[in-house]
């Protein structure tokens, strides 16, 4: 149960920034919050606190609800379709929450642990403001980036080209997660989420409703409007590809 004394999760406060480097050199800057929870141990609010933080599976990964029905389950299953070893202690996980029946995404990390507490895998999953989703599976480095192929459309400036360099450490007292896209081997746009931790208590879970109301949808709704921004200024727009594309493991760089 969440408790005051000892909460089963913890709150990251966040600053979030978005760089294009290429063609066009723009930025913007947002402030949210996020979960870091044990995907066994997901947090049961009161019943009065549930319309601000609602976890569910199907949220998460591709898998049909009624095979797959609880988050470590769709996370065992992503690791078979990737022929990856199972893992047999936790699974922990950086990621939002439903607001109000509302979530958006935009990276969400799982660190996968063996039975001593090992980092076995990372799982980077990514959705896209169109309602599609793409798990990159990555290897257990935490010394430096890890590289792995672009696969998934994300953004409609930008081709399904080109690669990510990753950078996502286990959060302690601080969440830093660093994504840069690159092409031809230049830097066109990078992310970057810092975070300081909060206890995972009702008193504030409250005023995160109140410094960073529907975060979710927020933070949503600001990168669509960049979007629009980035359009009016003429930046050329890539259609959508039509068929999904498969999921690729990483190679550390």
């Not at 022929?83 to 109000?100: E, F, I, K, N, S």
């Not at 509302?102 to 039975?115: E, G, K, L, Q, R």
Request: charge should be positive.
């Amino acid at each position: 149960m969440l408790t005051r004394e000892r909460p089963s999760a913890s709150l990251y406060r966040t600053r979030i920034s978005h760089t294009r480097h290429a063609p066009l050199r723009t930025e913007f800057e947002h402030r949210s919050y996020t979960w870091y929870v044990d995907v066994d141990d997901l947090p049961r609010l009161p019943f009065w606190l549930r319309p601000f933080a609602g976890f569910r599976a199907q949220d998460h990964f591709s898998a049909p609800a009624e095979q797959q029905p609880t988050l470590r389950e769709r996370v065992d299953g992503f690791l078979a379709e990737q022929g990856a070893a199972p893992v047999d202690g936790r699974v922990t996980a950086l990621l939002h929450a439903r607001v109000l029946g509302f979530v958006f995404n935009p990276i969400s990390v799982f660190w996968c642990h063996d039975a001593a507490g090992a980092l076995v895998h990372v799982i980077v999953e990514v959705h896209n403001t169109y309602g599609g989703r793409h798990a990159y599976l990555l290897p257990p480095t935490e010394t430096g980036p890890a590289a792995v192929s672009k696969a998934f459309y994300v953004s409609p400036f930008n081709k399904v080209d080109g690669y990510y360099l990753v950078d996502v450490p286990r959060p302690g007292a601080h969440a830093e997660v660093a994504i840069s896209y690159h092409r031809d081997h230049k830097l066109v746009f990078a992310a970057a989420l810092h975070g300081q931790r909060r206890p995972a208590t009702a008193r504030e879970i409250v005023r995160m409703q109140f410094v960073a109301p529907v975060a979710p949808l927020m933070g949503a709704a600001q990168i669509r409007m960049h979007g629009v921004a980035l359009w009016l200024r003429g930046l050329p727009v890539t259609p959508r590809p039509r068929t999904a594309p498969l999921t690729r493991k990483a190679a550390s760089r």
